[in-house]
């Protein structure tokens, strides 16, 4: 079952960069009082009532877009437009209905596709903004639900509609899928994907070709390795500036991205002969966000001299930090270099991230912990103090801290808490997620 996208769509300044920000619960997407700052698609993953579903921010619809940028940035929002299962109409509830309004509302019914309308803005209620919202009726999109992206006043209705829509169109459904481990490839253009595959099936199934971008589509590659069912995934390679290739490259792109949030275990590329780029740091921090299990591969070894391999890892904590917990092989297609290894590391990094550790163990693990390096005191804080740790969740693995107050813990004491914890139960390979919940 594929993870669902749900798009935030509307005219420039609606809000819709504040609603991306308060769904998912952190500052992602660019968000100023001016119209249009948001230029470059934002997107996470998130769940609400047991389903998960990819958000898209967008720019703002300009209609009468002239300009090379104005029209690269139009194409984004045109490409999650179609791309999305669910398209949420954000308008601003407080700006009496337009005719651009109107054009939008007219372009979506024409679309097919199923729209959730929300009227932003409404911070506060009364009868003068709720019969100016009411107006959106008029678009021919049902009821505008009411909310304020701001303080979060009727979010988590918003959120059940958008869910029950879902479901309604089959998202969430419980299916048995035992067709295997997904494994996708993924990384820049032309750092060898298509070619590891091939030589991993010993087959020439895949386009090959010097020229980056060859892989325009993604393609899954049924396979069975010592009685293990697997779904390889080849990813067309993702442009630090995709959205201004053509319409069918920044198409893949954005499929490839997407891809990283329906799959079990991310390859995650890297020509070893280049230097670590914004690029691939943009990837890893996708990888990392979708909560997936990660094996990192250096391919094209076999052009580097033993020393300039060392180096190359040496050098990896510098431009990969966040990866610090994530396995290393070394590959070359065509020398076949590290081909026995990728599936065993790709079944392996998934049982970790299923992983579940007894209660009996974290509390031993949290009692040490605490006598070893109690969290301190923040300035103006209250002093912090940990109840109790437990597992709420696994793929990715989570865990639940219990504190007296949340913002007291220093986020230096959390990555120092990470690292002995990942010190003493291993997780290799998978994200793992520490929840602060304060006792009630």
Known sequence: MKTPLVAIIGLPNSGKSTLFNKILGRRAALTYPEAGTTRDRAYGLSDWNGLSFILIDTAGIDIRANSDLEKNVQKQTQIAKDEADLILLLVDGKTPLGSKDLQVGADLNRSGKVIVLAANKIDARNTKI???????????????????????????????????????????????????????????????????????????????????????????????????????????????????????????????????????????????????????????????????????????????????????????????????????????????????????????????????????????????????????????????????LRQIGILPPTFKLTVNFPAAIAESWKRWFEKQFRLKFGYEGTPVLMRYFRKV
């Not at 169109?169 to 996708?184: P, Y």
């Not at 199934?205 to 069975?224: K, M, Y």
């Not at 080849?234 to 329906?262: C, E, L, N, P, Y």
């Open 130 to 388: 709720e019969a100016l919202a009411s107006e959106y009726q008029k678009l021919g999109l049902g009821d505008p639900l009411l909310v304020s992206a701001v303080n979060g006043t009727g979010v988590g209705d918003l959120l059940d509609q958008v869910v029950e829509k879902l479901k309604a169109a089959g998202f969430g459904l419980q299916t048995d899928d035992n067709s295997g481990i997904r494994v996708a490839f993924v990384g820049k253009p032309n750092v060898g994907k298509s070619s590891l595959i091939n030589a991993l099936i010993k087959q020439e199934r895949l386009l090959v070709h010097d020229q980056a971008g060859t892989t325009r589509s993604v393609v899954e590659i049924p396979f069975t390795h010592e009685g293990q069912d697997f779904i390889l995934l080849d990813t067309a390679g993702i442009k630090k500036k995709w959205q201004q290739d053509s319409d069918v490259a920044a198409a893949a792109a954005f499929q490839s991205i997407r891809t990283i949030t329906q799959t079990d275990v991310v390859f995650f590329v890297i020509d070893a002969t280049t230097e670590i780029t914004t690029q691939d740091q943009s990837i890893s921090s996708d990888i990392l966000d979708a909560g997936k299990a990660v094996v990192l591969i250096l391919n094209k070894i076999d052009k580097l001299s033993k020393e300039n391999q060392n180096k190359f890892v040496d050098n990896l904590p510098n431009y990969l930090p966040q990866m610090w917990y994530v396995p290393v092989i070394f590959t070359s297609a065509t020398a076949g270099t590290g081909m026995d290894l990728l599936l065993k590391f790709a079944k392996d990094v998934l049982d970790t991230s299923k992983k579940q550790i007894d209660q009996t163990e974290l509390d031993d693990f949290l009692q040490k912990i605490l006598a070893e390096n109690m969290p301190g005191k923040m300035e103006d804080q209250r002093e912090p103090k940990i109840f109790s």
